[in-house]
């Protein structure tokens, strides 16, 4: 909640800045995901075909409706 909108940021950056460890941030972020906080929203772009993730991050827990401007969803599935 502490970074500007559109801030780009790792759970590696997290993680030096905070002087803990990457693992302990991914499991931070992963619970704050479960508990509706942090919404990860995946697009993939028509153009290079790459995807990006994008971290929605609430003061409250959201409500179940679209990530705004999701372009698409996307699931990953093993080659």
């Known amino acids: 909640m502490g970074l500007p909108n559109g801030s780009w940021i790792t759970e590696r950056i997290l993680a030096a800045q905070r002087g803990e460890g990457c693992m302990s941030i991914v ?17 993939r772009d028509p153009v290079t075909r790459q995807y990006s993730t994008t971290c929605e991050v609430f003061e409250r827990p959201y409500e179940s409706e679209s990530p705004a401007g999701e372009l698409q969803k ?3 599935v093993a080659a």
């Open 27 to 43: 499991a931070s972020l992963r619970e704050l995901e479960e508990r509706r906080y942090l919404r990860r929203v995946v697009r």
């Open 74 to 76: 996307v699931r990953l």
